[in-house]
């Protein structure tokens, strides 16, 4: 069985998709912009500490990070990313923090992203089976500009069991970015209750599969 690659160390392969895609979509600018750090990452190292006990949890998910979910690969060592921030519905400002006792499945998507297209009605059906109290998915758009975009590809694809949430920034992809959680996208997070991390993955998967709802059903213990 081939091991797992650390987090830090994004493969060739996915470097040279996140470069195409952005090429492709006339937003190569997207992976090497910076819009300034300053979305909770300078925080994280501070908090770490409160996140000793998400390493053991972490480390119990390997079983289940197979299949369709077999790119996820666990925290290496305690982050905190209950700074990490975007905004909601009527550009209401949120953090992770704001979801405390929610395991969530974070996912930064954009319009001009293929694979995040394909990916969305997944992530919407995941959280009509799963979602609950106890776990959300969180996608943030990331598109540059007003609404439209996003909101209208919601409204085509049938996108209704999500909340809407945004950066238009581009703060919330590079402040993971800079913790090398981030390298195109998608690129999808598992974050516990406390908002540490379990897991990281860049690019899409089949998060309506059973691989994918075995692994958030381990991390919630449902």
Not at 209 to 218: R, T, V
Request: charged share 20%; glycine share 12%; aromatic share 6%.
């Amino acid at each position: 069985m081939t091991a797992k690659k650390p987090l830090a160390l994004p493969s060739l392969k996915l470097i040279l998709l996140a470069a195409v895609a952005g090429v492709v979509a006339g937003a190569a600018a997207v992976y090497v912009k910076e819009t300034g750090y300053g979305n909770g990452g300078g925080e994280t190292a501070a908090l770490a500490g409160e996140c000793e006990a998400a390493k053991g949890q972490a480390a119990a998910l390997a079983p289940f990070t197979t299949g369709e979910v077999a790119a996820m690969v666990a925290a290496q060592k305690p982050l905190s990313l209950q700074n990490v921030a975007f905004k909601g519905v009527d550009d209401k400002a949120l953090s992770i923090k704001d979801f405390a006792g929610r395991t969530v499945l974070l996912n930064l998507w954009a319009t001009w992203c293929i694979p995040c297209r394909e990916e969305m009605p997944a992530l919407n059906s995941l959280q009509k089976s799963l979602g609950n109290e106890r776990f959300e998915v969180v996608a943030v758009n990331i598109d540059t500009g007003d609404d439209e975009k996003p909101k209208s590809f919601r409204t085509e694809t049938g996108i209704d069991a999500l909340g809407f949430y945004r950066d238009s920034t581009m703060g919330v992809f590079n402040a993971l970015k800079k913790e090398g959680l981030a390298f195109g996208l998608p690129a999808t997070l598992l974050i516990d209750g406390k908002g540490c991390l379990l897991g990281a993955m860049n690019g899409p998967a089949r998060w309506d599969s059973e691989d994918a709802k075995g692994l958030i059903k381990a991390a919630t213990g449902a």
